[in-house]
């Protein structure tokens, strides 16, 4: 079975902070994502990495950097965090296929900024 | 620019009720099509997905999804839901040959027993 792992369930931060989001795959998988998942707005797309250091902004980009520096690690950073950025970070994986393009989901960090 | 689009965020129904969930997409060509479902607390987890051949799709618990070029949708069945089927299901999609995937902004369903 595919595992997407984020480092945390559970984060709280003070606004103004530097915040790390870690998440993890163990299915040599060459895409991995991040979204944020709101109320009524379903799962927008940060970030997206397709390999190793390379990396394509998503719809809602602005406040956050990633970084990949091994194919099975992708970090999601939120330079200064803000109230706005409260919200459910899902991390994503999936082949790099041109038909099977599935991913597969970690259990999500709920952040809460302060 | 939403490339995915899902109808009707919140829907309620009885058991045994019969459930249809729109969702439309804006790519033209070859797609791939997901439906996915978040159980309360849980992760996304795939229903089910179409790539290519058969329109229909049977999926896991008794869904199902049509493919309908022509309407460019990929609306998700269910003939008989059950308490258990509450739940946000989400529709997402990638256009033939790239990965980026796109997510509809999903449909709260609740069963009343």
Same mark, same amino acid.
């Given at each position: 079975?595919?595992k997407?792992?984020?480092s945390?369930?559970?984060?709280v931060?003070r606004? $103004?902070?530097?915040v790390?989001l870690e998440c993890?795959?163990?299915?040599?998988h060459e895409?991995?994502f991040w979204?944020?998942?709101?109320?009524?707005?379903?799962?927008r797309?940060?970030?997206?990495?397709?390999?190793?250091?390379m990396?394509?902004?998503?719809?809602?980009?602005?406040?956050?950097?990633?970084?990949?520096e091994?194919?099975?690690?992708f +970090?999601?950073i939120l330079?200064?965090? +803000?109230t706005n950025?409260?919200s459910?970070y899902l991390?994503?994986?999936s082949?790099?296929?041109?038909?099977?393009?599935?991913?597969?989901?970690?259990? $999500?960090?709920?952040l809460t900024v302060? | 620019a939403?490339?995915v689009?899902q109808?009707?965020h919140?829907v309620?129904? +009885?058991?045994?009720?019969?459930?249809?969930l729109g969702?439309?997409?804006s790519?033209?060509?070859t797609v791939?099509?997901?439906w996915?479902?978040?159980?309360? $607390?849980q992760?996304?987890?795939l229903?089910?997905?179409?790539f290519? $051949?058969?329109p229909?799709?049977?999926?896991?618990?008794?869904f199902?999804?049509?493919?309908?070029k022509s309407k460019?949708?990929f609306?998700?069945?269910k003939?008989?839901?059950?308490?258990?089927?509450?739940?946000e299901?989400?529709?997402a999609g990638?256009?033939?040959g790239n990965?980026?995937?796109?997510f509809?902004k999903?449909?709260?369903?609740v069963?009343i027993?």
């Open positions: 079975d595919v997407v792992t984020q945390s369930r559970y984060l931060k606004t $103004g902070e530097k790390f993890v795959q163990d299915m040599d895409n991995m979204y944020r998942q709101d109320p009524g707005l379903g799962l797309l940060i970030y997206f990495s397709y390999d190793v250091k990396k394509e902004k998503g719809d809602i980009p602005e406040g956050y950097s990633v970084s990949r091994k194919k099975e690690r +970090s999601l330079e200064s965090a +803000s950025q409260t459910m991390c994503a994986s082949l790099e296929s041109v038909m099977n393009t599935e991913a597969f989901f970690g259990q $999500g960090t709920r302060v | 939403q490339s689009s109808h009707n919140h309620i129904l +009885s058991e045994a009720a019969s459930l249809e969702c439309n997409y790519y033209g060509g791939n099509l997901f996915y479902v978040q159980y309360p $607390g992760h996304l987890q229903l089910l997905k179409y290519s $051949g058969d229909l799709v049977k999926g896991i618990k008794g199902e999804a049509e493919f309908i460019f949708s609306n998700l069945r003939p008989s839901v059950q308490w258990s089927d509450t739940a299901y989400f529709c990638t256009p033939y990965n980026r995937l796109a509809g999903g449909n709260q369903v069963v027993p």
